[in-house]
């Protein structure tokens, strides 16, 4: 069967066809709060494990006393570093974060101590009761601050000291091409933390089998490499511990990893046989979980008369808190898109990475380019102001196209939809009747409207194997089984994956069952993120479905032989719901009687899927390769926000929003349009409602009293247009469509408050407070 086998009708009754709407599989068991998430595990006789938190940025632990916590009632274990008996290390290649804390903490969420008791109150009581001496450090809070000659290392012995990367790419003069342009522009944008905030906070419970291994349920988007790297800070074989990973109640890259994992399974090891279950407050969630990283972006942009893009000038600071987690990954891809999507010959793009004593940064929905998109699609309107061009007909005449170059030097050698989207938002009615809405203000209020275009590269890039495994299997019953390997955080892969089956295989929902990433029962396959799930796992399960639908086809034809006593080749039957179905005797044969015809072995297939890398050699950012430059497929969006000021208090809303993607053709525009919708209001969050406040290492707003986010009524209806350019190399032709919705959302809706208020808000989130300071900077404060 050909991978882009793409049918657009004559699927029987029943059978979800990829490319139209399909209902999410799981919909009606969330719904009625029949599905089980990790919170919802109570195992039979479990007990509370929790953890005591450092409460200072920076410290030298001098003492643990835990003894007056193991004497109170109801205490199981009071457990420190010195009951791991592995590396203690968690990390994917900077591995330095520990669990507990063994001589230092670096930041006020480090774990210094874990409890385990009967009940929350005797839990509660545990952690209240150890106490730890501390030899306060001194500590820094920004990157300027870290890397600055002699500052306080937060890692001591580290040859780079605060510097955990640093890197350029260069091409062609940017110096020189600069000084020659007709028109250029300046400006620093500094972008803040952004919480998760999902809904189900970090959870999962663990236990000993009989056998001593370890199994724990647990929250998270890497269930395969999660055991890994827990067998390394433990000291355990990896065989020897079980994931299991239920649908998540989000994730967004904060469970992108070790959360609670390492904690749960120290715990069951000292919990006398007995389950323990560990799960977030909402407060312990914002303290110890990982961020977006903020960022400080720093933009020369120039072009000649014509409006070409000639020369770039940039650099990019990232905080990346108290430890790596995977800030070396999300730096490398900012680099890669600091240009943005567009062609420019003369390129400096340098930036840097550190370590400071703040809350822990990490990945995110966009991993890095919402930050870098946030520099260079704001300095493109400025650009467009000050050499007179409409902000959209500048990023259409630089749009890169197939057989261009991206400005760090990657080939686009795949589909490149930016172009038609650019044309789509043109053509689009919130653009084209912009300045007669804009005219249209009531008194006191200002509109504008802003506009963003982005690209995001799929996948791991060219060093990181990004594989999956698909495992099919026809039951005894004649029902189909999948095997996903890769985690469902909310987006709704596992649906696209019963989805791909259904189409392969011919069967509806109803005959088919899925299980959800086991590390005992599915197979291995890389982590839920970077655009990539539905991609390769997809990939691999079209694979496996095309190896059973030929062993089903075969065995059915067989079958029919003996009955008709004629020879039936399985090119001679098609396979329908339920049945192997020959035409010119109309005869059938059920799955179930040719699934008893097969051995166990016969009846489930696996297929394994390598995605193609980058291999193209570029001759500066050498040392971001490892962590994912270059990549070889990219999606495209284009965003256009529409808001309207208050001239008298600065409060801003968006009035219309718009985002245009091509990620490749769509394999259920449900499902879809949800990711289009939630990387929108996530984005709008991002801009203009979650201020994350952080002093002196500490958390202002550790909770979602103070740390706001947007709510229905605070976000408009979100139009969606898809320009599905086929890649392929994707399943049926799509690529991903997860993060690049998000990437641009900040820059469209900072570009239009800019337009509103005449002046652009340049730091941190974009709140009434600063809008009205750019009003009044920009002579419009209190106008009618």
Not at 142 to 163: D, I, Q, Y
Not at 250 to 270: N, S
Not at 492 to 497: H, Q
Request: charged share 20%; aromatic share 6%.
């Amino acid at each position: 069967m050909s991978r882009n086998d793409w049918r657009s009708s004559g699927l029987p009754a029943g059978v979800q066809e990829v490319g139209r709407p399909a209902l999410r599989a799981d919909a009606a068991a969330k719904v009625t709060g029949a599905e089980r998430y990790a919170a919802d595990y109570y195992p039979e006789n479990y007990l509370w494990g929790g953890v005591k938190r450092a409460g200072i940025p920076h410290a030298r632990i001098t003492a643990v006393d835990t003894a007056a916590a193991l004497a109170l009632p109801g205490v199981v274990a009071v457990l420190t570093y010195k009951d791991i008996k592995g590396k203690n290390r968690l990390g994917i290649f900077e591995k330095d974060q520990p669990i507990l804390a063994d001589t230092v903490v670096r930041h006020c969420g480090d774990a210094v101590a874990l409890a385990v008791a009967e009940t929350k109150e005797s839990l509660a009581a545990a952690l209240a009761a150890i106490r730890v001496d501390y030899e306060p450090l001194p500590a820094v809070f920004t990157p300027e601050e870290a890397l600055a000659a002699g500052a306080p290392c937060v890692h001591e012995g580290r040859s780079a000291g605060n510097l955990l990367l640093e890197s350029e790419i260069i091409f062609g003069d940017a110096g020189e091409a600069l000084a020659a342009c007709r028109y250029t522009a300046e400006l620093t944008v500094a972008v803040n933390w952004q919480e998760h905030a999902f809904l189900e906070t970090q959870t999962g419970v663990a236990w000993q089998e009989a056998d001593g291994s370890l199994a724990m349920v647990v929250s998270t988007q890497t269930p395969f490499r999660d055991r890994l790297e827990l067998a390394e800070a433990l000291g355990l074989p990896p065989d020897r511990i079980r994931v299991t990973a239920p649908y998540l109640g989000g994730g967004f890259g904060g469970k992108d990893g070790v959360t609670v994992q390492g904690f749960l399974a120290l715990a069951a090891l000292h919990s006398g046989g007995r389950p323990v279950k560990i799960w977030y407050s909402r407060e312990e969630s914002i303290l110890a979980g990982t961020k977006r990283h903020p960022a400080t972006a720093v933009y020369r942009l120039g072009c000649d008369a014509d409006g070409a893009l000639q020369a770039l000038d940039c650099r990019l600071v990232f905080d990346t808190g108290a430890y790596a987690s995977l800030g070396t990954e999300v730096f490398a891809l900012a680099l890669e898109h600091a240009g943005g999507p567009y062609r420019i010959a003369n390129v400096a793009v340098r930036g840097a990475i550190a370590y400071t004593n703040n809350p822990v940064g990490g990945a995110f929905r966009g991993f890095g380019v919402p930050q870098a998109a946030a520099g260079m699609e704001q300095a493109m309107d400025e650009l467009a102001r000050v050499a007179g061009f409409d902000p959209l007909d500048l990023r259409r005449r630089n749009a890169v196209r197939r057989g261009d170059t991206t400005p760090t030097g990657v080939a686009v050698s795949r589909p490149a939809g930016l172009d038609e989207c650019l044309a789509q938002v043109e053509r689009h009615p919130l653009w084209r009747g912009r300045q007669a809405w804009r005219e249209g203000a009531p008194p006191f209020r200002r509109r504008g409207v802003g506009v963003a275009a982005v690209y995001h590269g799929m996948g791991f890039g060219p060093v990181v194997t990004d594989y999956a495994n698909a495992k099919l299997e026809l039951t005894a019953e004649g029902r189909i089984i999948v095997c996903a390997g890769v985690a469902d955080m909310g987006q709704g892969n596992a649906t696209t994956c019963l989805q791909i089956a259904s189409h392969c295989l011919g069967q509806p929902y109803e005959s088919m069952e899925l299980v959800l990433p086991d590390t005992a029962r599915t197979l291995p396959s890389a982590s839920s993120s970077a655009s990539r799930t539905t991609f390769t796992y997809g990939n691999a399960l079209v694979g496996a479905a095309g190896l059973l639908k030929e062993r089903i086809l075969a065995r059915g034809a067989l079958l029919l032989s003996f009955q008709l006593m004629a020879p039936v080749g399985a090119g001679d039957v098609e396979l329908l719901p339920g049945r192997v179905f020959h035409a010119p005797s109309g005869r059938s044969i059920p799955l179930k009687m040719i699934a008893g015809f097969m051995d166990a072995a016969e009846r489930t297939t696996t297929y394994s899927y390598t995605c193609q890398a980058n291999t193209q050699a570029i001759p500066t950012g050498e040392n971001l390769r490892l962590h994912g430059y270059p990549h070889r497929i990219f999606a495209y969006g284009v965003q256009l926000a529409r808001v309207e000021t208050d001239t008298l208090t600065g409060e801003t809303k968006v009035c219309d929003y718009l985002s245009c993607v091509d990620a490749g053709r769509v394999l259920n525009p449900q499902l879809y349009e949800q990711q289009l919708h939630g990387g929108a209001v996530q984005g709008m969050g991002y801009a203009l409602f979650e201020d994350f406040a952080v002093a002196g290492g500490r958390i202002a707003t550790g909770d979602l009293a103070t740390y706001i986010l947007p709510t229905a009524a605070d976000v408009p209806d979100v139009e969606v247009v898809s320009v599905a350019v086929s890649e392929d190399d994707g399943p049926f032709g799509m690529k991903g469509v997860g993060e690049v919705v998000i990437d641009g959302v900040l820059p469209a809706v900072a570009n239009a408050v800019a337009d509103a208020a005449g002046s652009r808000v340049t730091r941190g989130t974009l709140t009434a407070e600063k809008i009205l300071a750019a009003l009044r900077a920009g002579g419009r404060e209190a106008a009618r």
